[in-house]
């Protein structure tokens, strides 16, 4: 089934109506769902945004699903920004989660077709660094080997890049600026970029949440590892 229908789906069983949804990104084909019991609409659809990385956004009289890893929409100069600054005054306000909160590796475990629909894991693992953290995600999905693979490393990985918040407040002018959008703050040579994570209008001040963001980290270079059985065989209809 394409990604498209089954959000769409999701969607308008919670009550919205199809004009009320954009889906037009969500391209992918899953090879299979299930819903393992009643949840809501956003906790059935996390599980798809973890694999296929996509975010939603009301955008004007719609909620907008928008993929992961988009170009920047919009190039901010350093010296437009601190239309409010911190007690620092900094035009930019940044905050890092603690290495110790953040994951050492990220177990993914899905339905393997390779091993007749019992259950896989593929796991991503840093190298480095101080973290004990393990992330454990089961996922009520049918996967190849590979996309869980890839999965498990952009998890990981995303949580990494994403450890930096940076808040900025910039004139109204980048008022058409929502959240889901990529941003380039240019300071001097160095150019921070940024998602946006939330968006708060006040007396002409457009401020932003927003976390790095890298391109590359939702389209790793992964290998799948060897898979084994760990469960009893589950079929889902694509």
């Not at 990604?3 to 899953?30: K, M, N, P, R």
């Not at 239309?83 to 899905?110: C, K, M, N, T």
Request: aromatic residues 6%.
């Amino acid at each position: 089934a394409l990604l498209s229908t089954i959000v769409s789906d999701l969607c308008v069983a919670a009550g919205l109506t199809s004009g009320q949804i954009d889906v037009t990104a969500l391209e992918d084909v899953v090879l299979g769902y299930v819903r393992p019991r009643v949840m809501s609409a956003r906790a059935a659809i996390e599980p798809l945004r973890q694999v296929y990385r996509f975010d939603a956004v009301e955008s004007g009289d719609q909620i907008k699903f928008v993929k992961r890893g988009g170009a920047s929409v919009a190039t901010i100069q350093i010296d437009d920004l601190g239309a409010r600054i911190d007690s620092a005054g900094e035009p930019i306000e940044h905050s890092r989660r603690q290495e110790s909160e953040l994951p050492a590796a990220v177990r993914v475990s899905y339905q393997s077709p390779t091993i007749d629909f019992q259950v896989g894991v593929q796991q991503a693992q840093r190298r480095a660094g101080s973290s004990a953290q393990l992330v454990q995600v089961e996922l009520p999905l049918v996967l190849s080997d590979l996309e869980a693979a890839q999965t498990a490393d952009v998890l990981l990985y995303e949580a990494w890049v994403s450890r930096t918040q940076r808040k900025i407040s910039a004139a109204r002018s980048y008022t058409r600026l929502e959240p889901t959008d990529v941003i380039t703050v240019v300071d001097g040579a160095f150019s921070y970029v940024l998602r946006v994570m939330d968006k708060n209008e006040d007396g002409g001040v457009v401020e932003l949440d927003c976390q790095d963001e890298d391109a590359a980290t939702y389209s790793p270079d992964s290998t799948a590892g060897a898979v084994s059985g760990g469960g009893s065989a589950i079929r889902f209809d694509g």
